[in-house]
């Protein structure tokens, strides 16, 4: 369980973010939401430790992340930034085995059989087994979105932050990501990603982040979140929902009317 409280996020002299509070529980598939450049990469860096709140607390599994150091948040939290690139070289295996690091001491880096286990194991979640020997370089925008998800999983970690992860995808492989990140949820992984489709939102995740106007605008079930006035204050124009006979919602831009 993620619990945050009273986050303020700044970047340089201008400030993000201020006073969210919200928890995501464990098992489920949080999306967040927000225009560009409204702090969702942030947010999910400083979940991950990888930057510092500029105030309020985060709690996992009611400890608070600055306890933790690098190899035990590691451990629970697992990263994934879609614009990352490997060193040059590496095999897709070899991106993948990085996600092991935080199991050993920095002196005594080698390949145990559990090491083994997860890299192919979460090579065969995400269908790149056949892959494991190509070299990253060489694979599709798609390809190595699966790869990074690999990478997460093996690192065994019960919470899988992603940002963006269906950037640049077409519409088939986006929703395979989404459909494997619905199902790891459901198996148990708590998901956290930043999306930027509102209907993809709505269509996979269990809850909304809405983030807007240096705040948190809304945190609510897609159905109530989309449903609301928070999406023109957050975007800055209008949405009409629709809500289709098999209970699904869709979010379209109420467009001006032809003169």
């Known amino acids: ?5 009273n986050l303020t996020l700044d970047i340089g002299s201008r400030r993000l973010l201020e006073d969210v509070s919200f928890q995501i529980e464990r098992a489920s598939f949080t999306a967040v939401l927000g225009p560009n450049g409204v ?5 999910l860096r400083t979940i991950a430790g ?3 709140a500029d105030h309020g607390t985060l709690l ?8 933790l150091d690098a190899r035990l948040r590691a451990r629970r939290i697992a990263f ?3 614009d990352e690139e490997p060193s040059d070289g590496l095999s897709v295996r070899e991106v993948v085995a990085t996600a092991r690091y935080a199991f050993h001491r920095w002196w005594e880096w080698y390949e145990t059989q559990e090491d083994c286990t997860a890299i192919d194991d979460a090579l ?3 269908a790149m087994n056949g892959y494991a020997d190509r070299r990253f370089a060489t694979l599709s925008s798609g390809e190595r979105q699966r790869v990074w998800l690999a990478l997460a999983l093996a690192q065994e970690a ?3 932050l992603l940002d963006e992860p269906t950037s640049h995808l077409d519409v088939r ?3 395979q990501i989404l459909d494997l990140l619905r199902s790891l949820a459901r198996a148990g992984k708590t998901i956290v990603c930043a999306l930027h489709d509102l209907n993809d939102a709505a269509a996979y995740a269990d809850r909304l982040l809405l983030l807007g106007c240096g705040r948190l605008l809304a945190d609510d079930t897609p159905e109530h979140v989309l449903a609301g006035s928070w999406l023109e204050a957050a975007y800055g124009i209008g949405m009409e929902t629709v809500r289709t006979p098999s209970g699904q919602t869709f979010v379209f831009p109420r467009l001006r009317a032809p003169r």
């Open 1 to 5: 369980m993620i619990r945050a409280r």
């Open 39 to 43: 702090g969702k990469t942030t947010l």
């Open 50 to 52: 990888l930057r510092v």
């Open 60 to 67: 996992v599994d009611e400890a608070p992340l600055r306890e």
């Open 80 to 82: 994934v930034a879609a």
């Open 124 to 126: 065969a979640i995400v």
């Open 158 to 160: 019960p919470i899988l």
């Open 173 to 175: 492989v986006a929703h």
